[in-house]
Nanobody, 125 residues
Framework: QVSLVESGGGLVQSGGSLRLSCAAS????????MGWFRQGPGKERQFVAG????????SYAESMKGRFTISRGNAKNTVYLQMNSLKPDDTAVYYC??????????????????WGQGTQVTVSS
C-alpha cells in the first residue's frame, strides 16, 4: 500500500503562484503514472493534470492549460504541481493520486487507485 502525502497548499492572492508537492512511499514510484485532482466547495472532484511514469507525457484539464505544470522527480519519489496565475475559482482541496497498475496511462479518475489526504488551496480575490 502506497502512502501519498501532499504539501504546499495555502492562502494566496489572485494572480499568485503556489507549488504543490506529493511525496510517495515505496520503491516503485517510477513505474506509475501520477495525477492531480481537485475538489472545490460544493463541486465534484475534477481532474487537473496527469503525468506518465517516466515524465515523457503530460495532460491537463482545459482550464489549467498554460497556467499549471505537472512534473515529477523519480529520484525523490515526488510529483509536483506548479500553479501560476491563480484565480478564486482554483480554490479547492488538491489531491495527488497514483494509477492502479504500473506502466499504464491515467485516462480518467477510475484508473487511479491510491489517493493522498489532500492539501487546501485558497485563492482570495
Amino acid at each position: 500500500q502506497v502512502s501519498l502525502v501532499e504539501s504546499g497548499g495555502g492562502l494566496v492572492q489572485s494572480g499568485g503562484s503556489l507549488r504543490l508537492s506529493c511525496a510517495a512511499s515505496g520503491r516503485t514510484f517510477s513505474t506509475y503514472s501520477m495525477g492531480w485532482f481537485r475538489q472545490g466547495p460544493g463541486k465534484e472532484r475534477q481532474f487537473v493534470a496527469g503525468i506518465r511514469w517516466d515524465g515523457s507525457s503530460t495532460s491537463y484539464a482545459e482550464s489549467m492549460k498554460g497556467r499549471f505544470t505537472i512534473s515529477r522527480g523519480n529520484a525523490k519519489n515526488t510529483v509536483y504541481l506548479q500553479m501560476n496565475s491563480l484565480k478564486p475559482d482554483d480554490t479547492a482541496v488538491y489531491y495527488c493520486a497514483r494509477t492502479r497498475t504500473p506502466w499504464t496511462g491515467w485516462g480518467n479518475a477510475a484508473n487511479f487507485g491510491s489517493w493522498g489526504q489532500g492539501t487546501q488551496v485558497t485563492v482570495s480575490s
